[in-house]
C-alpha cells in the first residue's frame, strides 16, 4: 500500500469515529435547545459563523457523515433563507468534489482489489460507453424521489 492510500484511510477512520459519536448531536431538538445562544453568536461574529459553517458542511458532505439535511435546516433558521441557500450550495458542491476525489484517488486502488472480478463489467461499461454512464448515475438520484 502506497503512502497516501494509509493516510488516507487513517484520515477517513478518524473522521468516521468522530462522526459516529458527533452524530448524536445533529438533532432538530438539540438545534432547537441551542437556538438563541447560536442566533447571539451569529450576530456578534457574522462572518466568523459563516465560515464555520461552510467548512463543518464541507467536512459533512466530503466525509458523508449523516446530518447534512439537519445541518441545512440548521442554517436556514439561522442564517436565513438566502444566506444558507449561497452557503449550502457551494459547501455541498466543494464537498461532494472532495468526496469524489478521494474516492478515485485514494480509494481506488482498494476497492478495485477488493472487488475487482464484480467491478470489471462496470469497468468495462465505463470504457466503452462512460458519457450514458455518468448520465445513468445522475438520474439515479431522481428515481429515489418518485
Known amino acids: 500500500m502506497s503512502k497516501k492510500?494509509?493516510?488516507?484511510?487513517?484520515?477517513?477512520?478518524i473522521i468516521v469515529f468522530l462522526g459516529v459519536n458527533f452524530g448524536?448531536?445533529?438533532t432538530l431538538e438539540n438545534a432547537k435547545a441551542q437556538?438563541?445562544?447560536l442566533a447571539e453568536y451569529i450576530d456578534a461574529n457574522f462572518v466568523t459563523a459563516a465560515l464555520t459553517y461552510f467548512f463543518a458542511y464541507i467536512a459533512i458532505t466530503a466525509f458523508s457523515?449523516?446530518?447534512a439535511a439537519?445541518?441545512?435546516?440548521?442554517?436556514?433558521?439561522l442564517f436565513g433563507f438566502w444566506t444558507s441557500l449561497l452557503l449550502v450550495s457551494f459547501a455541498s458542491t466543494i464537498g461532494a468534489t472532495l468526496a469524489f476525489l478521494s474516492s478515485r484517488f485514494l480509494l481506488?486502488?482498494?476497492?478495485?482489489?477488493?472487488f475487482g472480478s464484480k467491478?470489471?463489467?462496470?469497468?468495462?461499461?465505463v470504457e466503452k460507453d462512460g458519457a450514458f454512464y455518468l448520465?445513468?448515475?445522475?438520474l439515479i438520484l431522481y428515481s429515489r424521489s418518485f
Not at 448520465?135 to 445522475?138: D, G, N, T
Open 70 to 77: 439537519v445541518v441545512t435546516l440548521l442554517g436556514a433558521a
Open 119 to 125: 467491478l470489471d463489467t462496470i469497468n468495462k461499461g
Open 135 to 138: 448520465f445513468s448515475l445522475r
Open 65 to 67: 457523515i449523516p446530518g
Open 24 to 26: 448524536q448531536h445533529l
Open 108 to 114: 481506488r486502488d482498494w476497492v478495485q482489489s477488493k
Open 5 to 13: 492510500l494509509i493516510l488516507g484511510l487513517v484520515l477517513v477512520a
Open 35 to 37: 437556538q438563541a445562544a
